[in-house]
């Protein structure tokens, strides 16, 4: 129930506030390895960067930035 409730909540902030909510990312995620962590999520999610749309990417791009995260080469 808890979970469910802040899955509610977070979505709500991300669709009504989309910007609120990327400014919000470097301060939930302080430590380096949750950073990298949560960047293989969102990879996992939308896929290889150089599969992405353009406006996916974008996005990408920019909270990759936000939290500081090296593009990682293969």
Do not use: C, N, W
């Not at 979505?11 to 302080?30: N, S």
């Not at 150089?50 to 990759?64: F, N």
Request: net charge negative.
């Amino acid at each position: 129930a808890a979970r469910t409730r802040i899955i509610h909540q977070q979505t709500l902030i991300a669709e009504f506030e989309p910007e609120k909510a990327l400014a919000t990312l470097p301060a939930m995620l302080r430590d380096p390895q949750e950073r990298e962590r949560a960047m293989q999520d969102l990879e996992y999610v939308t896929g290889a960067p150089a599969e992405m749309s353009g406006k996916t990417r974008v996005m990408y791009d920019r909270i990759r930035q936000l939290l500081k995260v090296e593009m990682e080469t293969a």
